[in-house]
């Protein structure tokens, strides 16, 4: 990230790895949100998903963008389209062998 102009588009993140694990736009996870913080947490907790992009914030954050697997609106979530795609940090997500359902 540029910090001198923080209107400049950063390249792409095309992996990360946290804990001796990779993530990559396409890795499948199981979403764990850590605490209730509101609705979707709730709804969301144990559902599979799948990377759709890693995006970094002007604070250097890390988040996975993620759209779940059995969402009938996932294509509007791969788009980058609202309300099909949820933001996590990495230690939300468990990465799923892709021998798993």
């Known amino acids: 990230m540029n910090h001198n102009d923080p209107w400049s588009e950063s390249p792409p993140i095309e992996r990360i790895e ?3 694990v990779e993530y990559r736009p396409g ?3 199981r979403i764990w949100p850590l605490g209730d913080a ?3 947490d709730m709804a969301l ?3 599979t998903a799948t990377i759709a992009s890693i ?3 002007y604070e250097d954050n890390i988040q996975l ?7 009938p609106g996932r294509d509007l979530g791969a788009a ?3 309300g099909h795609r949820f933001f996590f940090r990495p230690e939300e ?3 799923i062998d892709e021998s798993q359902g």
């Open 80 to 82: 980058g389209k609202p």
């Open 93 to 95: 997500l468990e990465r």
């Open 18 to 20: 946290v804990d001796g």
């Open 27 to 29: 890795s499948r996870v």
């Open 55 to 57: 995006e970094q914030d």
């Open 38 to 40: 509101d609705i979707f």
């Open 65 to 71: 963008a993620v759209t779940v697997d059995d969402d």
């Open 45 to 47: 907790k144990g559902r």
